[in-house]
């Protein structure tokens, strides 16, 4: 990356990387709360208090979202589960957790700020309130929990025709689309044999319009190389957990969107978010530290991303303001998420 910048630009660098610096440190924060807070509070307050000084202050500019439970409950795909948890339990890996009172969490996607700085909108119930879960490897995978219905309510409004799901999870947007008239079928790709064997032996039988849906036990890298262009009208991908694992998958995904005449992808905001945290770190490397060629050359940590965001961007020339706007808009950043992950 030529990165030459002029006086404005650079002084906008430096306070783009001053946002993100108070970002990380508001993120830090919010983890820690959501932590200390599970272990249950008669106020959101207390909890908070309960932090140290520093967590405090980073909190600033944090939003909590007081919330009713009756929308989730009466969510078509927790009321079903709820109706049907002897079947539930019976799913290898599913079954129940809570949030406590004044338990806070990630409520939707990252919203974008003035200078790129990214705020994580949290929410919080008054009373305790169940939800079903999916467990893969000791952790809770998939949940139907607010941040799973708002993150996945674009998506599922869009599904329409013939519609590909990469990933079956605890079956929620699979089961959301399947009921929809505007959705003919339903595919799904999952490489999970014994989680699809168990899913279609205990839960897909009780879904309604369950004949619209097949499920595929596969892996969907190696699987969507044999799929004709244009087989599907919708495609949805969900098979992350979060941004930093999710970065490789979703960049390798981005070379199969003609598979599908619209493809979307869960959490794509905070994923390129991800990434452009990033790439303003190499462009404070390159630009404002005088890292070069050889910086990178051995690069292996964070799964080499930096290396391979350097060799993407090689050739690129970054001297102005609106250069740099320009390569940190989102559809600059799936473009590089997609040569940075390429299978070619």
């Excluded at 002897?86 to 079954?95: E, I, N, P, S, V």
């Excluded at 369950?210 to 699987?223: H, P, T």
């Excluded at 991908?237 to 960049?251: H, K």
Aim: glycine share 8%; hydrophobic share 40%; with cysteine.
């Amino acid at each position: 990356m030529d990165c030459k910048l002029d006086r404005s630009a650079i002084d906008w660098l430096k306070r783009i990387i001053k946002a993100d610096g108070r970002a990380e440190d508001r993120d830090a924060a919010l983890s820690r709360l959501y932590r200390e807070s599970e272990k249950g509070y008669s106020s959101l307050e207390k909890a908070i208090a309960k932090l140290d000084g520093q967590s405090q202050r980073s909190l600033r500019g944090a939003s909590f979202v007081p919330l009713d439970p009756e929308p989730l409950f009466h969510n078509p795909y927790y009321a079903f589960l709820k109706s049907n948890e002897k079947a539930l339990r019976a799913t290898r890996g599913f079954g129940f957790s809570h949030y406590e009172a004044y338990q806070a969490f990630l409520l939707d996607e990252i919203s974008l700020g003035e200078d790129f700085e990214s705020f994580s909108p949290s929410g919080y119930y008054r009373v305790r309130v169940d939800y079903p879960i999916y467990r893969l490897g000791g952790s809770n995978w998939m949940e139907v929990i607010p941040h799973e219905i708002n993150t996945m309510e674009k998506a599922i409004g869009k599904a329409h025709g013939d519609v590909l799901v990469i990933g079956l999870g605890i079956g929620y947007c699979l089961f959301m689309m399947a009921i929809k008239e505007e959705v003919r079928s339903v595919t799904v790709i999952e490489k999970d044999a014994k989680l699809v064997e168990s899913f279609s032996q205990t839960l897909l039988p009780l879904f309604p319009n369950r004949g619209k849906i097949r499920i595929l036990s596969e892996d969907a890298f190696s699987y969507l190389p044999n799929i004709p262009d244009g087989s599907f009208d919708y495609c949805f991908a969900d098979i992350w957990r979060d941004e930093v694992d999710g970065l490789p998958m979703y960049g390798r995904l981005l070379s199969y969107m003609n598979k599908a005449k619209e493809n979307d992808y869960w959490i794509e905001k905070s994923l390129l978010h991800y990434l452009r945290r990033y790439a303003i770190a190499l462009l404070e490397e390159q630009a404002l530290l005088g890292y070069d060629d050889a910086d990178y050359r051995d690069e292996k940590g964070q799964g080499g991303v930096f290396r391979r965001l350097h060799l993407a961007l090689k050739g690129e020339k970054i001297q102005t303001t609106g250069d740099i706007k320009a390569l940190l808009s989102d559809s600059s950043l799936r473009e590089v998420a997609r040569k940075m992950f390429s299978p070619q």
